[in-house]
């Protein structure tokens, strides 16, 4: 490689950089990066990159807006910190609560502020528990997720997480937590076996679950509607429509993962109205803020939020809160990107980019790497492997998708690579001309993939 630069040599003697083969970077170097504008961002040699990620599924409206940032120095101005402890409140975590209400896809009651994805699911899995506490089932208190979920890192929220990567190393997950069967036909269907097949065999195996450990131990089921960092998996339809009703009859909550899927991601508001999906409560983070700020939610719905109201005598207050939770300028920003969102009418516009987004997706998948392609609204994926007709994976070792990712980086553009499967999540407000280009650059690197390989 390249001697490093100043900066990144820096980086390395100080910085301890999350998912990244540390063994490795001295060699590969670390990208730092400059300044963003727009759907474009630039390192510190001043090279262009588009931004084909969001960033980590987040940043949906690029970077540099100067609505964004005038509403944050607003904010700073005004009221840089509070907290919501003990009943203390401030204008715009209500006023953000308020608009979630207006936007959500089910009825909601109440929003609970925390400053991350990964703690909003953790606070879904205490708000379960002291559910049950609430109405006197302190047994009913397993969670199943999924396979290949993506729900974060802290030690609840990585328990959920339904990939190796995020247990091994740790003696994860916790007890408590049960996976099912993950969505993925080209992965998992049996020989042969219809989607309508997939789908029925996989209700039949959650029922069984539930049944094995006893639908009285149960508390909640939690799902991404399209699975994001498992490799944007699209659930076959009727999938949410077969096995909702199972969890229902036994009082099971439905939490829906929206970290990912929410504000137009999918085509929708939400990505539970992309899959048929109706969930009891809801965990929103990245786009809720457009990535401006730090920032997730939990909404939660009457019922639920009454039984802890009723109860909160007996069992004391509800002792949990993050000191960033409500963030007035996380909020503040949680405010200007949903009303940037309305105004621009950024659904419409994402549904307008999706024929072109599926319309490049399908050229590719005939190149002989790749094994699927699938997307829903703005976000996709390229799955390679190192046989079409067999569907075999390449050997990990080989590293075929971070080599994608880094070809990509010499050509100006940067994509995810999760394994082999290369994620796509442009800046929702990517132009058609931008898209163009993304995907013309993701082309180069697959021939510099496909040389790659053939070494
Ligand atoms: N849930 C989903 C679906 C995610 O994709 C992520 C992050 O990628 C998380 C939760 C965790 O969010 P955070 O990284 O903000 O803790």
């Known amino acids: 490689g390249h001697p490093l ?17 540390l063994h490795k970077l001295a060699e590969t170097g670390p990208l730092v990066m400059g300044h963003g504008k727009g759907v474009y961002l630039y390192d510190t040699q ?17 970077f540099g807006d100067e609505e964004m940032i005038e509403a944050a120095n607003e904010q700073m101005r005004t009221l840089p910190y509070y907290h919501l402890f003990g009943g203390k409140g401030m204008e715009p975590a209500i006023e953000l609560a308020e608009k979630l209400k207006e936007i959500a896809p089910v009825p909601i009651s109440k929003v609970f502020y925390t400053s991350s994805g990964s703690e909003a699911n953790d606070t879904q899995v205490k708000l379960a528990w002291y559910y049950n506490n609430s109405l006197g089932r302190p047994e009913k208190k397993k969670i199943i997720s999924r396979v290949k979920a993506y729900h974060g890192v802290t030690v609840m929220a990585a328990s959920l997480t339904g990939l190796p990567g995020n247990h091994k190393g740790w003696d994860l997950p916790v007890d408590r937590v049960l996976h099912t069967d993950c969505p993925h036909h080209y992965r998992f269907s049996l020989e042969g076996e219809s989607e309508a097949e997939f789908v029925a065999r996989l209700a039949k195996s959650l029922k ?15 799902a991404e509607p399209v699975m994001g960092a498992g490799g944007v998996i ?12 199972i969890l229902r009859e036994h009082d099971i909550l439905i939490i829906a993962d929206e970290v990912i899927n929410g504000f137009g991601r999918t085509g929708n508001w939400w990505g539970s109205q992309s899959v048929g999906m109706t969930p009891t409560t809801i965990s929103a983070a990245k786009q809720l803020t457009a990535a401006y700020a730090p920032l997730g939610a939990v909404l939660v719905p009457e019922d639920v939020y009454q039984a802890y109201v009723d109860h909160s005598a007996q069992l004391g207050s509800f002792g949990h809160g993050f000191t960033y939770g409500g963030h007035p300028v996380g909020c503040a920003l949680g405010v200007k990107a949903i009303e940037i969102y309305q105004r621009r009418n950024i659904v419409e516009y994402v549904r307008g980019l999706t024929p072109t987004f599926e319309a490049r997706l399908a050229k590719i998948k005939d190149h002989p790497l790749v094994g699927e392609v699938r997307s829903c609204g703005l976000v996709g994926a390229v799955e390679m492997v190192a046989n079409k007709a067999t569907k075999r994976s390449f050997d990990p070792a080989h590293g075929v998708g971070s080599n994608l ?14 394994g082999d499967t290369i994620a796509f999540c442009p800046p929702m407000i990517i132009t058609e001309d931008e898209l163009g280009e993304l995907f013309n650059r993701f082309e180069l690197a697959l021939a510099d993939t496909e040389a790659y390989v053939s070494k």
């Open 5 to 21: 630069t100043n900066v990144q040599q820096r980086d390395i003697n100080a910085v301890l950089h999350p998912y990244t083969p």
């Open 405 to 418: 990712a880094k070809f990509l980086e010499g050509h100006g553009a940067i994509l995810r690579a999760l």
């Open 234 to 245: 699209v659930p076959p339809s009727g999938y949410f429509a077969a096995i909702e009703p």
């Open 46 to 62: 001043g090279k262009a990159y588009i931004e084909g990620m969001s960033g980590l599924w987040c940043a949906g409206l690029g």
């Open 208 to 222: 069984d679950m539930i049944e094995r450990e006893g639908p009285e131990t149960i508390a909640a089921f939690i």
